[in-house]
T-cell receptor, first 118, second 118 residues
């Protein structure tokens, strides 16, 4: 069965610290997609990244970076030099290509609430 | 990127009334839309997959008669919470994939609709 585990429920850091949000997934499919979304207090979901199962190359986008390791089924997200505006709930999600009739709906982890204090 | 819009963003209703939430794809056509529910401080759970021109597919445990879904056009899906009760209070989020009809298209989320049933 598909499953996404975000073991960290809440993390609190001081501004400018680096922080890593963990994500471990389970799937039987060989083709799948992994995502990270940010949900600020306003509630909307902000897409951050999508990575397919065949691309293990790490990615960096500004202060954000992602480490995809198929060997450990992990897709961790690091924020460098965190800022107060990074405070939000971050969700890791999994989509299996052609899952059932839903054409790859997302299975979300429970989210990690990040609080960045000034 | 593509835009998905939900309306209303917030709704408060009395117990026993019905509430309709609209989800629109503004700049693309969506044959499939997904409805998620998010309880406070919880993850997002897929409720149902809305299919244009046919019946919605509901996830296990979701009451079809309670949560009516209609996907009347390629740009509009509606979720009607019938005879709402306080336990239906939640944050409802819709999403649509662009390009539609594929498992590889990017998933775009609406802003979410917060329902409070008194």
């Amino acid at each position: 069965a598909q499953k996404v585990t975000q073991a960290q429920t809440e993390i609190s850091v001081v501004e400018k610290e680096d922080v890593t949000l963990d994500c471990v997934y389970e799937t039987r499919d060989t083709t799948y997609y992994l995502f990270w979304y940010k949900q600020p207090p306003s509630g909307e979901l902000v897409f951050l990244i999508r990575r397919n199962s065949f691309d293990e190359q790490n990615e960096i986008s500004g202060r954000y970076s992602w480490n995809f390791q198929k060997s450990t089924s992990s897709f961790n997200f690091t924020i460098t030099a965190s800022q107060v505006v990074d405070s939000a709930v971050y969700f890791c999600a999994l989509s299996e290509a052609g899952y059932g009739g839903s054409q790859g709906n997302l299975i979300f982890g429970k989210g990690t609430k990040l609080s960045v204090k000034p | 990127g593509a835009v998905v819009s939900q309306h209303p963003s917030r709704v408060i209703c009395k117990s026993g009334t019905s509430v309709k939430i609209e989800c629109r794809s503004l700049d693309f056509q969506a044959t499939t839309m997904f409805w998620y529910r998010q309880f406070p401080k919880q993850s997002l759970m897929l409720m149902a997959t809305s299919n244009e021109g046919s019946k919605a597919t509901y996830e296990q445990g979701v009451e079809k008669d309670k949560f009516l879904i209609n996907h009347a056009s390629l740009t509009l899906s509606t979720l009607t919470v019938t005879s709402a009760h306080p336990e239906d209070s939640s944050f409802y989020i819709c999403s649509a994939r662009e390009p539609s009809g594929t498992a590889t298209g990017e998933l775009f989320f609406g802003e979410g609709s917060r329902l409070t049933v008194l």
